[in-house]
T-cell receptor
């Protein structure tokens, strides 16, 4: 079975641009969460979607948005990119909404120059 | 604020010996705890979890201990193997979806 897949794996953007990151969860998983990992820190929660509805949002500015599609895949959008948005963006899928193991993709490395 | 803390940034252990990784948390509402392992250029891989109603969970070489009164959990790896060299993250959730992660501990297993 395929695990969580994310695309692209690497991305370089210029300050002020917009970026869209994509995630396909494990087959049968209805929950997708997004995390940002800055070098030297643990992943920080950005969003969770369950059954195509936003169920939670972390402490990130409105420049960050996401959505989940009927096939449970998801997109994370970041507008007006800042240098500080450079990070590894991780997508995680899980079978349930809470207290279940989350399985992560390999991440998208975003560099803002 | 950092609700999950891993105070040891690194740990070096000889192959075959026990690795003990520690994690402290401040939010008493956390009720589910997980450990992840991460290799460079890969996403975190789930290792083991424990519910707050238990104090121990074992899976092969990995055992997680939970001390709720101390708000402390630990991961024991016995015996340590070279492939265990990675960054280990402790994570916690509060009967919901959001995982709060520690900053990670880099484990190096020496031959």
């Amino acid at each position: 079975d395929a695990g969580v897949t994310q695309s692209p794996t690497h991305l370089i953007k210029t300050r002020g641009q917009q970026v869209t990151l994509r995630c396909s969860p494990i087959s049968g998983h209805k929950s997708v969460s997004w995390y940002q990992q800055v070098l030297g820190q643990g992943p920080q929660f950005i969003f969770q979607y369950y059954e195509k509805e936003e169920r939670g949002r972390g402490n990130f500015p409105d420049r960050f948005s996401a959505r989940q599609f009927p096939n449970y895949s998801s997109e994370l959008n970041v507008n007006a990119l800042l240098l500080g948005d450079s990070a590894l963006y991780l997508c995680a899928s899980s079978s349930g909404q809470m207290n279940t193991e989350a399985f992560f993709g390999q991440g998208t490395r975003l560099t803002v120059v | 604020d950092q609700q999950v803390k891993q105070n040891s940034p690194s740990l070096s252990v000889q192959e075959g010996r026990i690795s003990i990784l520690n994690c402290d948390y401040t939010n008493s509402m956390f009720d589910y705890f997980l450990w992840y392992k991460k290799y460079p250029a890969e996403g975190p891989t789930f290792l083991i979890s424990i519910s707050s109603i238990k104090d121990k969970n074992e899976d092969g070489r990995f055992t997680v201990f939970l001390n709720k009164s101390a708000k402390h959990l630990s991961l024991h790896i016995v015996p340590s193997q070279p492939g265990d060299s990675a960054v280990y993250f402790c994570a916690a959730s509060r009967y919901d979806y959001k995982l709060s992660f520690g900053a990670g501990t880099t484990v190096t297993v020496r031959a």
